[in-house]
């Protein structure tokens, strides 16, 4: 699994909309990300949840849609913390039809 470029993607272009409430659920401190996490019907849920989320800020992210299939590697997109489009994918060079997009993980700051 992963998300290919469809077209050319020249550096700069925005590549994925970070849109609270419609493709990020969003959890605003801990209480309702324990309140959340006590809905899931198991610990193995309850992981799997935390394992495929990020924080920033004091907010828990976790993305809806295809941009949760954004593998690790060696980055051609970066989210821009600021900006017109917050919390966004930007492509960081140009990337070809075809290629795969990926990001470094290790450049969030996940919940502990």
């Known amino acids: 699994k992963g998300v290919f470029a469809l077209e050319d993607?020249?550096?700069?272009?925005l590549v994925w909309k970070f849109?609270?409430?419609?493709?990020?659920q969003s959890l605003d401190g801990e209480k309702a990300t324990r309140q959340f996490l006590a809905t899931l019907d198991s610990d193995s849920?309850?992981?799997?949840?935390?394992d495929h989320c990020y924080h920033s800020g004091g907010t828990v992210n976790y993305i809806l849609d295809c941009g949760k299939l954004?593998?690790?590697?060696?980055q051609n997109i970066r989210v821009v913390e600021d900006g017109t489009?917050?919390?966004s994918s930007y492509a960081?060079?140009?990337?070809k039809k075809g290629d795969e997009f990926l990001d470094n993980y290790g450049s969030y700051e996940y919940p502990a």
């Open 70 to 74: 954004v593998n690790h590697g060696e």
């Open 19 to 24: 849109v609270r409430g419609e493709n990020v």
């Open 85 to 87: 489009h917050p919390l």
């Open 45 to 50: 849920c309850r992981k799997d949840w935390l």
């Open 9 to 13: 993607v020249a550096r700069g272009r």
């Open 92 to 95: 960081i060079k140009d990337i």
